[in-house]
């Protein structure tokens, strides 16, 4: 009867390490590939493009730091990019349910003196962590221990890559940590998530991130999950102008062809009447034969 009632109250949150961009971002590509459901699917990443940038220019940031990490095949798949400043650790990429936790903590002390963390937009109590807050904050109010997550955010801090994946079932966490194995993980972990953190961070997934101050971390941009306007999604939009450009030939300066435009990804807020869609990529597919082994 106890087991029972612990699986209906969490969910395994599996956590692999990446000192390899590279291994990283197949490991990601691995996940899309098994149906792993991007909302279930965190990434945090230091953020060096933005770190470089300082103040003068954030707009953008996200799409500097996707390339700057050698993440960019996945941009049009995470939910929640954001890109982050942390003050005493450094900017950060992050992305779904344990980016959505950091970029919306607001830790303040409570009576006791410890920290206590709660979800933007909520006055529910997410946990109490003495003593830690930003990255290491967010790690424990998923579960994992103090040790474990001080452990994690020394690492990224100095430019590891954290994959996470919030599974349903024990079969799926089970099969994720094979995955990550699979991909030259050099740390996997294991924590239960109480199944009211995530009731309270899904809806900041689905919902219009804004470029905002909260607490001890610094929004610096972000992005809603992404319509893609030629793929399925051009009836959500109001400028069908931009859905004629699918398929258009792409020159450089020189004149020269480079390829055509495979899609044109949006911000998903500016479905609200009266917004224009404020295009976040423009995905461009080149080379290949009749569209096999063609590269984007």
Same mark, same amino acid.
């Given at each position: 009867m106890a087991d029972k009632h612990k699986s209906a109250s969490t969910r395994s949150t599996v956590v692999g390490l990446f000192d390899d961009n590279i291994d990283a971002e197949h490991a990601m590509m691995a996940l899309r590939k098994a149906d792993r459901r991007?909302?279930?699917?965190?990434? *945090?990443?230091? &953020?060096?493009?933005? /770190?470089?940038? @300082?103040?003068?220019?954030?707009h @953008?940031?996200?799409?500097? !730091?996707? !390339?700057?990490?050698? #993440?960019?095949?996945? @941009? &049009?798949?995470?939910?929640?990019?954001?890109?982050?400043?942390?003050?005493? %650790?450094?900017?950060?990429?992050? !992305?779904?349910?344990?980016?959505?936790? =950091? +970029?919306?903590?607001?830790?303040?002390? &409570?009576?006791?003196?410890?920290?206590?963390?709660?979800? +933007?937009g909520s006055n529910a109590q997410v946990t109490r962590i003495p003593d830690t807050v930003g990255l290491a904050h967010a790690l424990v109010a998923f579960g994992l221990s103090e040790d474990e997550a001080i452990y994690l955010e020394h690492r990224l801090e100095a430019g590891s890559t954290l994959i996470a994946v919030t599974a349903p079932n024990a079969r799926q966490a089970q099969a994720?940590? %094979?995955?990550?194995?699979?991909?030259?993980?050099? %740390?996997?972990?294991t924590a239960e998530t109480d199944e009211r953190v995530?009731?309270? *961070? /899904?809806?900041? #997934?689905?919902?219009?991130? /804004?470029?905002?101050?909260?607490?001890?971390?610094?929004?610096?941009?972000?992005? !809603?999950? #992404?319509?893609?306007?030629?793929?399925?999604?051009?009836?959500?939009?109001?400028?069908?102008?931009? *859905?004629?450009?699918?398929?258009?030939?792409?020159?450089?300066?020189? @004149? +020269? /062809?480079?390829?055509?435009? &495979?899609?044109? =990804?949006?911000?998903?807020?500016?479905?609200t009447p009266g917004r224009n869609p404020e295009i976040r990529y423009v995905v461009i597919a080149f080379g290949g034969l009749l569209g096999i082994g063609r590269h984007h």
């Open positions: 991007p909302e279930q699917v965190s990434l *945090i990443v230091r &953020d060096r493009a933005t /770190e470089r940038e @300082g103040e003068a220019d954030r @953008g940031a996200i799409t500097r !730091a996707l !390339a700057g990490t050698d #993440l960019d095949g996945v @941009g &049009d798949w995470l939910h929640g990019l954001a890109s982050l400043i942390v003050p005493q %650790h450094g900017a950060f990429l992050v !992305a779904g349910p344990l980016g959505a936790a =950091l +970029a919306s903590v607001s830790a303040s002390p &409570d009576e006791a003196g410890s920290q206590r963390g709660s979800v +933007a994720t940590r %094979h995955l990550f194995a699979e991909h030259q993980a050099v %740390h996997i972990g995530m009731e309270e *961070i /899904e809806p900041l #997934l689905d919902g219009t991130p /804004e470029t905002a101050e909260s607490g001890n971390v610094v929004v610096a941009d972000a992005v !809603a999950p #992404l319509v893609h306007l030629c793929r399925g999604d051009a009836h959500r939009t109001s400028r069908p102008i931009l *859905i004629e450009q699918c398929g258009v030939e792409v020159v450089d300066r020189d @004149g +020269a /062809e480079v390829g055509i435009v &495979d899609d044109i =990804l949006t911000d998903a807020h500016p479905l």
